[in-house]
């Protein structure tokens, strides 16, 4: 069953900026990203909760936003002054259903390649 849509990503400059988007077909509570790196840990890039919180990574919270739509259902994130240390695969990730709030789901990924 799908439930995360990406599209997104790709081929990213040096300095230009990054635009993900990820459509939920499912009910979640919270929408966001993860990324991880070669031989890196996953790590939570940022996220929006139905009520409109948000919370960033330390090394994006400076140079990105993450917004959604009204039905919560899609949302897109920018990353701007993208550098070499950027590049990773994206993962949307879902979490909170009705009445199962710890439930969480990622998406297929996305590869990011940052180039000069």
């Known amino acids: 069953q799908v439930q995360l849509v990406e599209s997104g990503g790709g081929l990213v400059r040096t300095g230009g900026s990054l635009s993900l988007s990820c459509t939920a077909y499912?009910?979640?509570?919270?929408l966001g990203w993860y990324r991880q790196g070669p031989g890196d840990q996953r790590d939570l890039v940022a996220y929006?909760?139905?009520?409109?919180?948000?919370k960033f990574g330390d090394f994006v919270k400076d140079r990105s936003t993450i917004s959604r739509d009204n039905a919560a259902t899609t949302i897109y994130f920018v990353l701007n002054e993208v550098t070499s240390e950027d590049a990773a695969i994206y993962y949307c990730?879902?979490?909170?259903?009705?009445?199962?709030?710890?439930?969480?789901?990622w998406g297929p990924g996305t590869q990011v390649t940052v180039s000069d």
């Open positions: 499912r009910n979640f509570n919270v």
């Open positions: 990730w879902g979490k909170g259903l009705p009445g199962v709030p710890t439930y969480e789901t």
């Open positions: 929006i909760t139905r009520g409109y919180r948000t």
